[in-house]
């Protein structure tokens, strides 16, 4: 089975500092996304990846920026955050199907 | 451009009452269309999904018809369970160009004992 792994469940920062969600899928997928989640609003897309060191902006990019280092890992970065990106935040990976995998994701409060 | 219309929540339920949740879809040609689930505190997993008109995707009970006539995707199980309990969403990939899914709002089951 693809396993999607995030490196939280659950985080607390403050206004203003830098955050970085890390997210790591064991399938070899080329293509990785990262959403938002918030209520009655759905996913919305903020980044994609298709190949390593590639991105794309998605839906609602700004304040974040991603890395793409190596194929498994795709890292949204969080330059200065602020209250209202207080969210739920899902990664995702996509192979040559149509099938997104996804991660339990983080859920980020910014106090 | 392309667009998922789902039936707004929440949807309520008592134990093995029948389910259905709409979804209606704009795309041109022919999109592949896609039920995904998220139990509580989870992240979304493929339910089923259907890539051409007339087919059936079906998975735990859950059973959904690709329709191009009426462009819709409904949701059906025949009697749900409380662990059925989650928030679904329909999504569709357009045929050629974008690999990128788009997502309806999402509904959400509650489902009483």
């Known amino acids: 089975d693809v396993k999607v792994t995030q490196s939280s469940r659950y985080l607390v920062k403050r206004t203003g500092e830098k955050v970085f969600l890390e997210c790591v899928q064991d399938?070899?997928?080329?293509?990785m996304f990262w959403y938002r989640q918030d209520p009655g609003l759905g996913l919305r897309l903020i980044y994609f990846?298709?190949?390593?060191?590639?991105?794309e902006k998605g839906d609602i990019p700004e304040g974040y920026s991603v890395s793409r280092e190596k194929k498994e890992r795709f890292s949204l970065i969080l330059e200065s955050a602020s209250t209202n990106q207080t969210s739920m935040y899902l990664c995702?990976?996509?192979?040559?199907?149509?099938?997104?995998?996804f991660g339990p994701g983080t859920r980020l409060t910014v106090l | 451009g392309n667009s998922v219309t789902q039936m707004e929540g929440p949807v309520t339920l008592s134990e093995e009452a029948f389910l259905t949740i709409n979804c209606t879809y704009t795309?041109?040609?022919?999109?592949?269309l896609f039920w995904y689930v998220q139990y509580p505190g989870e992240g979304l997993q493929l339910l089923l999904k259907a890539t051409k008109a007339d087919d059936k995707g079906s998975n735990k009970g859950f059973e959904a018809t690709y329709r191009k006539e009426t462009t819709s995707f409904h949701l059906e199980k025949g009697s749900v369970q409380v662990s059925d309990s989650a928030v679904y969403f329909c999504a569709l990939r357009a045929s050629g160009g974008s690999y990128i899914p788009t997502f309806g709002r999402g509904t959400s089951l509650i489902v009483h004992p």
């Open positions: 990846s298709y190949d390593v060191k590639m991105k």
């Open positions: 795309a041109t040609g022919y999109p592949s």
């Open positions: 399938m070899d997928h080329e293509n």
């Open positions: 995702a990976s996509q192979g040559s199907t149509d099938t997104q995998y």
